[in-house]
């Protein structure tokens, strides 16, 4: 079955550990988009990708890293996890140029202790 | 800065009614609006999108878009239970970023 998928679904982290989460699509879509959603904050974007090779930072990418070695995968870093990292993260693709429609993955949840 | 207001909510109508929400947006560049419907717990999906001004239905859901007044809005006609949920609305620049409003939870009373 298309779509996204994101591992792991939920994680408990100690702080300064390095956690990597999963990303991965098989929609062959163009773009890549890593979320944070925070309750009353709403989604915020951290990272993205337009194309295989390429990166570009959101509105929230201090602390994260990403990385976009082939289409279908997304890595989202987190070199020395902090207390405010605890969030749900949601992975995304689009067909940049088709629509521009954003299809969301089922979220990690991240809980930084 | 970009922004997207959603009318505050929550929402509470009868099943049956009409659910009507509401969302504003600060550029007036922006190309592509869409509406995503979040269950609690869950990721958001999509169930509308829209591109140009006027009216799109798709089932009991219409989007209404009027560029000039930086506004679009969606409808739930005949509301059921299992509407209930947070709906996003989602506004894409020009490079191809999409900014989210905070979200409107609606409840649909049995």
């Known amino acids: 079955i298309a779509g996204i998928t994101q591992a792991p679904t939920s994680q408990i982290l100690a702080a300064g550990r390095r956690m990597t989460l999963r990303c991965t699509q098989d929609?062959?879509?163009?773009?890549m988009y890593w979320y944070r959603q925070d309750l009353g904050l709403g989604l915020r974007l951290i990272h993205y990708?337009?194309?295989?090779?390429?990166?570009g930072k959101g509105e929230v990418p201090d602390g994260y890293s990403v990385s976009r070695a082939n289409t279908d995968d997304f890595p989202l870093t987190l070199a020395s996890a902090v207390p405010s990292q605890t969030s749900v993260y949601f992975c995304?693709?689009?067909?940049?140029?088709?629509?521009?429609?954003?299809?969301f993955g089922p979220g990690t949840r991240l809980t930084v202790l | 800065q970009k922004e997207v207001e959603q009318n505050s909510g929550p929402l509470s109508v009868p099943e049956g009614a009409i659910a009507s929400l509401n969302c504003t947006y600060s550029d007036r560049g922006s190309q592509s609006f869409f509406w995503y419907r979040q269950y609690s717990g869950k990721s958001p999906e999509l169930i509308m999108s829209i591109y140009s001004n006027g009216d799109k239905e798709d089932g009991r859901f219409t989007a209404q878009l009027n560029k000039a007044s930086q506004y679009v809005s969606l409808l739930i006609r005949d509301s059921q239970p299992s509407d209930s949920a947070t709906y996003l609305c989602a506004v894409m620049e020009n490079d191809y970023k999409l900014s989210f409003g905070a979200g409107t939870t609606v409840t649909v009373r049995a």
């Open positions: 929609m062959r879509h163009n773009a």
């Open positions: 995304a693709s689009s067909d940049v140029g088709g629509g521009n429609e954003q299809f």
């Open positions: 990708s337009n194309t295989a090779g390429t990166t």
